[in-house]
């Protein structure tokens, strides 16, 4: 029962609270995500480490004609992905000024889209999976359209949504054919892992499935929606939809696409073909974080490179590298809104997100600029903090594969100080402060950052908490 | 050479002995049908009778419990008692008849409700139309129950004629005449091929009892000519019927004549009859001929699903463009055909049923925004409808988000099992091509979606009646609740089916 609270709670709390006037609606909204982001809390403190299969199941008769069940479970690559998206939703939650358009109807379908993703990340079974993982996409899309930013909000939600589908419905014949081609007639996750149809079928299933996430991840070269999608998203909204909506592709790599297909080989490999595209991704979005000059934008690129990072790791198969990825999506889900609130912060005193046409506002916000430039260093991968880690073991992994895709990767390294650098220093420093008078954050402000920065610290200084709960678990799903 | 063979049933010993006991039993396995026809009478008899202010709304009572009562019927006898063939086996109360039965008769109840305050605002005449969509859905009925191909053909007549005078109901109105009349030719046409068809089924079978032709044809004679040409003539007329590409063209006319309440009733209740006639005729009586017909078959549906969802994408008429996903669906749905067996055939009882509500229900809220001057159905006519009542604008986006196939809503689930199925039966690429057209499909369903949502400086207000919001909401209800739980549809379905293949 606490798995299905989980994802119930806020669904329905959500379309309640669509209807409430808005100062309820946010009262209610932040103790709806409060109780999530606890009960989150009590499966991590309840989780048991040494036990590799699924905790906390729940199993109940769907639609027992086609063998589809309700399937929930929590094991270690999930776990820390289900507490985050608690903690993000509970931020995206706080982040949401009540003065908005709409700011009930934004909550409820916040709420809406949390329950979808902590749906696709404890579905144990196939079709559930699958469900979760389209549902999610209709909060996203009205999220996107109704309360985007921008001139064409609408245009952004529907390439997002179409972007999204045309891999997602390839992945529904992946779905059905591992259900016919394996022979055993089950969408059992647990189950069908030990049962891999032929290396040719492996092959074909692998592609649509793989497809589906690489676009929602995104992966070089399918991300041409996320820079339109970025930007049309309301800041508390990118909270979660940068947060967790993309590592939601990057966990189904995890849960589905490896342990289901271990020899996806027949024209070629495509377990070749995935991190090549990674380490171009990181390469890509770094070189295109350098070429803009909105903030906001950049953020989005530096996005996609680092979830180069994360793709990098749990193809390198093995186990340093599939930990690293898992540490990696903890981070970058801390890090990237972090970052993303910032600079809407900023462009709410300054009234612009152009990076060159801001410089000198450290003197004006010192608070801000200490925090910016905390997560700043996060992003860059700075030792002590808590990406350095992450990128480290992803790369550790992807040396083992092959020391060329860990140098092309490296590249991402080198490059991301160049972006984030050039971005804080431009920002904050200047020979003269901003012409302007502009506040500085406010109290509550860093109150939402608070959890995030000490996140950054405590990953970093000690990531061997969360690893060592979380090996065991890579290795079980490379080895079944 | 060709021999015929008139051995039965007139040389039947049978028929002369037909008893009282026979006669009861016989009327008691159509007794959905038959009651149905009674009220028909009796709402014919109210229509002339009474005064003209009163008969609108009795006729529109007479009529929703004539459907109640049969639909209660036929649960009746689907749940307690034994049901099989009748008149000699010229038609059957099985549960395949049964399940179609009731879905006709919710269709029923469905069109009643939103015509009778659509009729209101446009001051048309209420006695008549309902009884055509009674006469109608006791020609849907019929097919259901129609075990042979005699039948299939009176009860393709009773409802096409019905039909064809719905459509041009509205006198005064050129283009309902225009629908009228296309959709009289066309459907005249596809009869003419259905019929030419079956007369040649017969003369190779020489009988005309679909379970008897399925023993008299075995796999041995596919090379027939004569056998191969009736399927294709009759495939052609099912096509049409069905209203699949590429014999779809007559439909986005007739639909955009037709006034609202008759094109919501023919987009749920042609489909899902013509369906019946499919799966009787083609997998209940020449099972041993499938690679020729799921052949021709395959080749329909590919068509259908490029045609329908490539050409929903240009339309501006939300009539036009419900109609072009129809086709669309259609195709969708010829998979289960295809793909045959319990599994299949469950799966396309079970879309033909959820496909009542989403669609109908789709057009129902189109019908909302009529004005006593005519039928209004573009986009702009949307417009504000979020403003205007915003559960109406809710239930709108349910129907488009399940028509496109999103869960949690139940179009997901029947595009899940269809697509199961095909895949089973080994026509991947198939699926493959409907999954991509569905990807297509979503843009003009969510197209939809775009006025509905938009905000309006000032909004006209809308007062859907009691009856509208019943039917809406019931449709509403059923698109996520059959998602929420397919189970038991399903399972229903899978008895359906049972008939058709034999378990």
């Given at each position: ?222 991300h041409a929606w996320l820079p339109d999608a970025y930007a049309a998203a309301p800041t508390p909204m990118l909270v979660t939809f940068a947060g967790m909506m993309g590592k939601t592709g990057a966990y189904g790599f ?227 | ?126 006695g008549e139309f309902h009884v055509l969509i009674m006469a109608a859905v006791i020609g849907m009925m019929v097919l259901g129950a129609a075990t042979s191909l005699v039948t299939v053909f009176l009860g393709l007549e ?346």
């Open positions: 029962m606490t798995l299905t609270v989980l994802w119930l709670l806020p669904l329905i709390g959500g379309l309640l609270i669509a209807f409430m006037p808005p100062h309820l609606a946010k009262y209610m909204a932040v103790l709806v995500a409060l109780g999530s982001l606890a009960i989150a809390g009590f499966v991590a403190l309840e989780f048991e480490p040494d036990f590799h299969k699924y905790q906390f199941t729940e199993v109940l008769p769907w639609i027992p004609p086609l063998h589809i069940y309700y399937r929930l479970g929590v094991d270690g690559i999930s776990l820390w992905l289900v507490v985050l998206n608690a903690l993000l939703t509970l931020i995206a939650v706080l982040a949401t000024p009540v003065s908005m358009k709409g700011a009930s109807r934004f909550l409820g379908l916040m709420l809406a889209m949390s329950a979808g993703m902590a749906g696709v990340l404890m579905a144990t079974d196939l079709v559930l999976f699958y469900v979760f993982w389209e549902a999610m996409l209709i909060p996203a899309y009205f999220l996107l359209w109704l309360f985007g930013e921008g001139d064409r909000p609408g245009r952004a939600a529907l390439k997002f949504v179409l972007y999204t589908l045309v891999g997602s419905l390839l992945m529904l014949v992946g779905v059905i054919g591992e259900y016919v081609f394996t022979g055993q007639q089950t969408f059992d996750l647990a189950k069908l892992s030990t049962i891999a149809p032929s290396a040719s079928i492996q092959f074909g299933l692998f592609f649509v499935f793989a497809l589906a996430f690489a676009i929602k991840t995104p992966l070089f070269p399918f995890l849960r589905i696409a490896i342990p289901l297909f271990p020899d996806p080989s027949w024209l070629w490999d495509w377990r070749w073909v995935v991190p090549v595209l990674a380490v171009l991704g990181i390469v890509w979005g770094a070189l295109m974080a350098i070429a803009q000059r909105d903030m906001k934008m950049l953020v989005a690129y530096s996005s996609v490179s680092h979830m180069g990072f994360i793709v990098l790791g749990i193809f390198s198969l093995n186990v340093q590298g599939q930990q690293g990825a898992i540490l990696q999506m903890v981070n970058h889900g801390v890090i990237i809104p972090a970052l993303f609130l910032i600079v809407a912060w900023i462009y709410d005193r300054t009234g612009t997100r152009d990076r060159s046409a801001i410089a000198g506002l450290a003197p004006r916000m010192p608070i801000l600029a200490g925090v910016f430039l905390l997560v700043t260093l996060a992003a860059l991968g700075l030792p002590g903090l808590n990406s350095f880690v992450g990128e480290f073991m992803t790369l550790l992994g992807a040396w083992q594969l092959a020391p060329w895709l860990a140098v092309i990767g490296g590249i991402g390294l080198v490059l991301a100080p160049v972006y984030m650098l050039r971005l804080y220093q431009g920002a904050m420093y200047a020979p003269e402060p901003y012409p302007r008078r502009v506040d500085d954050i406010y109290a509550g402000q860093l109150t939402l950052l608070a959890p995030l920065v000490v996140l950054m610290f405590a990953l970093g200084l000690a990531p061997g908490v969360l690893t060592s709960l979380m090996t065991s678990v890579a290795q079980s799903g490379l080895a079944k | 050479m060709i021999t015929l063979h008139f051995d039965e049933p007139l040389k039947n010993p049978d028929v002369l002995n037909y008893t009282w006991t026979q006669a009861l039993a016989d009327l008691g396995q159509i007794s959905p049908i038959a009651a149905l026809t009674g009220f028909m009478l009796l709402a014919i008899v109210a229509d002339m009778s009474l005064a003209k202010g009163r008969r609108g709304g009795v006729v529109a009572m007479i009529a929703v419990t004539g459907f109640a009562y049969s639909m209660a019927t036929a649960a009746y006898r689907w749940l307690y008692a034994s049901n099989g063939p009748a008149y000699h086996g010229y038609a059957t109360g099985d549960s395949f008849a049964l399940f179609f039965e009731v879905l006709f008769a919710i269709l029923g109840i469905l069109t009643v409700a939103i015509s009778h305050p659509y009729l209101r605002t446009r001051g048309l005449r209420e009773l409802f096409s004629i019905a039909l064809y005078i719905a459509c041009g109901f509205v006198r005064a109105d050129s283009r309902s005449q225009e629908s009228a009349a296309k959709y009289l030719l066309v459907g005249g046409f596809a009869s003419a091929f259905v019929l030419y068809g079956m007369a040649l089924v017969y003369g190779a079978s020489g009988t005309t009892l679909i379970p008897e032709i399925a023993k008299r044809i075995a796999s041995s004679s596919a090379g027939d000519p004569l056998l191969i040409l009736g399927i294709l003539l009759m495939g052609v007329g099912f096509a049409f019927k069905v209203s699949a590409a590429p014999f779809h063209m007559w439909t986005p006319d007739v639909y955009q004549g037709a006034p609202i309440p008759v094109t919501a009733f023919m987009s749920v209740g042609t489909k899902a009859a013509a369906f019946a006639m499919i799966v009787r005729v083609f997998a209940e009586g020449l099972p041993h001929l499938g690679p020729e017909w799921q052949l021709l078959l395959a080749f329909v549906a590919a068509t259908s699903m490029i045609v329908g969802n490539l050409l929903a994408i240009a339309q501006s008429s939300l009539k036009r463009l419900l109609a072009y996903s129809g086709i669309a669906q259609a195709g969708y749905i010829l998979i289960g055909v295809i793909a045959g067996g319990k599994q299949g055939l469950a799966a396309v009882l079970f879309y033909l049923f959820i496909y009542l509500f989403m669609n109908f229900g789709a057009f129902a809220v189109v019908t909302l925004m009529t004005s006593p001057e005519g039928d209004r159905d573009s986009f702009s006519d949307l417009e504000g409808l979020a403003r205007r009542s915003w559960p109406m604008a809710v239930l709108m986006s349910v129907f488009m988000l399940s028509l496109a196939g999103f869960p949690p809503f139940v179009g997901f689930f029947g595009k899940l099992f269809l697509f199961t199925a095909g895949v089973n039966a080994g026509y991947t690429w198939l699926v493959v091509l409907a999954v991509l057209m569905s990807a297509v499909s979503v843009y003009y369903y969510v197209r939809v979606l775009v006025p509905v949502w938009s905000p309006v400086a000032e909004p006209e207000s809308l007062r859907p009646s009691i009856s509208n919001w019943l039917a809406i909401g019931l449709s509403g209800a059923a698109s996520l609740g059959l998602g929420i739980y397919p189970t038991w549809l399903l399972l229903a379905g899978q008895l359906g089916a049972g008939p058709i293949t034999g378990q």
